[in-house]
């Protein structure tokens, strides 16, 4: 499966963004995704999982509360609606996605098969 994130941009703090990760390749709705980030100088952290059908997330303690995961099946793609937005959650924004009978880790980076190129989220304090 080929994965595309995108939604990324500049945005003063308190804001929101919409960031999505669009798939193809592969039917969509047999695998699990999950967004990580990596800020500058730092290691790709995890942020927020879905699984296959949507009715279990997963989401780090500094994003809960704030963000929010979602999937669209039909039209491949999940989405993270981020809001109340701090300069700490500047990062590129990665997704990526496993198949659901392989979704052991969800928090891990190596829990993941596929990968997204990143979409950047600069928030300005």
């Known amino acids: 499966v080929q994965l595309q994130a995108s939604g990324g941009g500049l945005v003063q703090a308190g804001g929101s963004l919409r960031l999505s990760c669009a798939a193809s390749?592969?039917?969509?709705?047999?695998?699990?995704v999950g967004w990580f980030r990596q800020a500058p100088g730092k290691e790709r952290e995890f942020v927020a999982a879905?699984?296959?059908?949507?009715?279990?997330?997963y989401y780090s303690d500094s994003v809960k509360g704030r963000f929010t995961i979602s999937r669209r099946n039909a039209e491949n793609t999940v989405d993270l609606q981020m809001n109340s937005l701090k300069s700490e959650d500047t990062a590129v924004y990665y997704c990526?996605?496993?198949?659901?009978?392989?979704?052991?880790?969800?928090?891990?980076?190596?829990?993941?098969?596929?990968w997204g190129q990143g979409t950047l989220v600069t928030v300005s304090s």
């Open positions: 990526a996605a496993v198949l659901f009978t392989d979704w052991r880790y969800p928090y891990r980076r190596g829990g993941y098969d596929y």
């Open positions: 879905i699984n296959w059908s949507g009715t279990t997330t």
């Open positions: 390749g592969r039917t969509f709705s047999s695998y699990a």
